[in-house]
């Protein structure tokens, strides 16, 4: 039975992505920053299609925790087969006002921790293998300002993407970049006083739901992914066309 690792699993596009997995045959951990309540829902939901779960209390900026998730996953489990990288954050605001601490921390969850995530799972990945990162539309069109630095730690994933398609490549293992664009969730809810800037921002004019993101995970996760590799999709109802 394969086996996924999911990161900040406990709300949003982790947990649509969790739970498609797991519908999918999966078994699945994930892991969760602070939500012990919102992880454990999570994994009552994995349990519930008859496949195993398990929630990791790990903040992906401690990178020796992100790496003990993935030894505590093959441990629980016996084996790793997919791991997506999916904890973030969303800072933003001027410029000007953007500390180096903010910059230090956005930089560990976003790439940091991506590299960390793989590098450790690559370890344990045998042919077949899927490492799956969750970057951000604004990593390939910033149409707002306020969101240098949130843009600027999203498109380092696409480096670290092509690097590892290549590192891994030799062994059968993929490894592929995810772009949402406004996505309902509690980040980024469709009912904000921002949502219709947003979607005017679409060629559909429409924010995407967890699960079309989460669907393009699976897709890349299975059989059918197979030979995509170092590259992005983007699930943006069009935003970037």
Known sequence: MRVALVTGGSRGIGA????????????????????????????????????????????????????????????????????????????????????LEEVDRTLAVHARAAFVLAQAAARHLGEGGRIITIGSSLAERVPYAGWTLYAMS?????????????????????ANLVHPGSTDTEMNPAGSPWAD?????????????????????????GDSGRNITGTAITVDAGTTA
């Open 16 to 99: 649509a992505i969790a739970r498609r997995l797991a519908a999918d045959g999966l078994d699945v951990a994930i892991t969760y920053a602070r939500a012990a309540d919102r992880a454990a829902e999570v994994v009552g939901d994995i349990e519930a299609t008859g496949r195993r779960g398990l929630a990791l209390r790990a903040d992906a900026a401690d990178a020796g925790a992100l790496a003990g998730a993935v030894e505590d996953t093959v441990r629980a489990f016996g084996r790793l087969d997919v791991v997506v990288s999916n904890a973030g954050i969303a800072p933003s605001g001027p410029l000007a006002e953007v500390t």
């Open 154 to 174: 999203k498109s380092a994933l696409t480096g670290l993407t092509k690097g590892l398609a290549r590192d891994l490549g030799p062994r059968g293992i993929t």
């Open 197 to 221: 800037d947003e979607r005017a921002l679409t060629a559909l004019g429409r924010y995407c739901a967890p699960e079309d993101v989460a669907a393009t995970v699976a897709h890349l996760a």
